[in-house]
């Protein structure tokens, strides 16, 4: 299995409160990526990196902000917490070119926000 | 922008083939993946197809048509344990890898 953890795997936050995920590998690969997955969605992209301090948004990224000082970590900030991004928020890792296809995922975190 | 379609859900019986459709309209193509999630898991890469054709491993096979923006996953000998999710994937003209909704297999006894 590829080396990537997520923390927290379960989170419990109110309204308006800032949350940050945080997604580690250890695998040196140079492409991360945060996406949720909802009911009827599928998985959909918030934001990805392509290197340290480079990343670009996805389909969903408003309400998020991503950062990435080493190659190992990518971290998934939510400014102020909405029942709207109570989801299931996957990370994953590519290595190589842009064309490489194969995405390892982290194993999840639950998000709810009350 | 981007869109993929493939089926919500799909039942077969165990010892069956069954193929599941994915058709996709992108602004750029770099070819077609396919990913397998059970139970709300960590979805797990099956296969890529850049070119089009058939690419086979094991009991799973997927095809491609550029000309036709479609593609398939096909699950021979089914098995219980094949009871999952399945989500197409296309890579956008700007490197972002996107996801269709996923069709739910059930593989009955």
């Known amino acids: 299995d590829a080396g990537i953890t997520q923390s927290p795997r379960h989170k419990v936050t109110e309204t308006g409160t800032p949350v940050t995920l945080r997604c580690h590998q250890t695998?040196?690969?140079?492409?991360m990526y945060w996406y949720r997955q909802d009911p009827g969605h599928g998985l959909r992209l918030i934001h990805y990196?392509?290197?340290?301090?480079?990343?670009d948004k996805g389909e969903v990224s408003d309400g998020y902000s991503v950062s990435r000082s080493k190659t190992e970590d990518f971290l998934l900030t939510l400014e102020s917490a909405t029942s709207s991004q109570t989801s299931v928020y996957f990370c994953?890792?590519?290595?190589?070119?842009?064309?490489?296809?194969?995405?390892?995922f982290g194993s999840g975190t639950q998000l709810s926000v009350l | 922008g981007q869109s993929l379609e493939q089926p919500s859900e799909v039942t077969a019986v165990e010892g069956a083939i069954v193929q599941i459709n994915c058709t996709y309209q992108t602004s750029g193509f770099y070819g077609l993946s396919w990913y397998q999630q059970h139970d709300g898991g960590a979805p797990t890469f099956l296969s890529y197809n850049g070119l089009d054709g058939l690419e086979e491993t094991g009991r799973f096979s997927s095809f491609l048509s550029r000309s036709d923006s479609y593609g398939y996953l096909l699950l021979q000998e089914l098995q219980m344990k094949d009871s999952a999710s399945y989500f197409c994937?296309?890579?956008?003209?700007?490197?972002?890898?996107?996801f269709g909704q996923g069709t739910e297999l059930s593989v009955k006894p």
């Open positions: 990196s392509y290197g340290v301090k480079d990343t």
């Open positions: 994953a890792i590519s290595e190589g070119q842009p064309t490489n296809e194969k995405l390892f």
């Open positions: 994937a296309v890579r956008d003209h700007r490197g972002k890898l996107i």
């Open positions: 695998e040196n690969h140079r492409y």
